[in-house]
């Protein structure tokens, strides 16, 4: 019989997680990793495919996963855009979320905190801004933004998912627009990534109840 050598080849496979740059782009230790998914979204789902399974939950300022009249499920949201009879347009007090550490009603898992203001002000100067779907105010879930590395590929996706009214808490704007919160703020200041089909920037606004979606960052 005949005995065949054996040859080996090593193979290297990088692996990388969602993420986007938070510093200059031409060092690889300012890129830092985010969830691939919004909080509440089916993480099964394919995150860089525009889909109703990736919108997620939404969050008043400082609310914690569940709290009553503050969060509103991914089911929820989707199966109810009108008004939320119990939805409460009382602020969570200063410091519910913050900046200098993941406090407890911080609803990112381990490992992960909410992004402060100068992660997402980061994130907007160092990578590549893609936009993908109608933007059309019709409710559609294919709507969406890609942050891209500057080898162009496509490092992180935010579905343009709207946002629930302060007062009522209806569904606004869904497919047009994404706001994301900051862990930055206070209940008369609350800061949040901002986009829509033209413009992307850090926004602050003096009400504190709306419901955003929620995408963490690894601490």
């Known amino acids: 019989f005949k005995i065949t050598p054996e040859y080996k080849n090593n193979l290297t496979i990088n692996l990388m997680k969602c993420g986007a740059y938070v510093g200059p782009n031409n060092d690889r230790t300012n890129y830092k990793e ?70 407890s009603n911080d609803p990112c898992p381990t490992g992960y905190r909410l992004p402060t203001t100068i992660q997402w002000q980061a994130v907007i100067a160092y990578n590549n801004v893609e936009r993908v779907g109608s933007w059309a105010d019709n ?46 703020g206070t209940t008369s200041d609350v800061i949040f990534l901002s986009f829509d089909s033209s413009r992307i920037n850090v926004a602050s606004s003096d009400i504190s109840t709306h419901g955003f979606p929620v995408r963490c960052v690894a601490e």
């Open 34 to 103: 985010f969830m691939c998914h919004n909080l509440g979204a089916d993480y099964s789902a394919d995150p860089f495919t525009p889909s109703a399974a990736i919108h997620g939950a939404k969050y008043q300022w400082g609310a914690q996963t569940g709290e009553e009249g503050r969060y509103v499920s991914q089911a929820d949201d989707q199966s109810n855009p009108g008004d939320i009879a119990d939805w409460n347009s009382t602020p969570k007090p200063d410091g519910s979320w913050s900046d200098t550490s993941k406090t």
């Open 139 to 184: 409710g559609n879930y294919t709507t969406a933004l890609y942050f891209r590395n500057p080898s162009n590929i496509r490092t992180l996706m935010l579905p343009a998912a709207g946002f629930r009214y302060p007062t009522i808490g209806s569904i606004f704007e869904r497919g047009t627009l994404g706001h994301y919160w900051s862990s930055s």
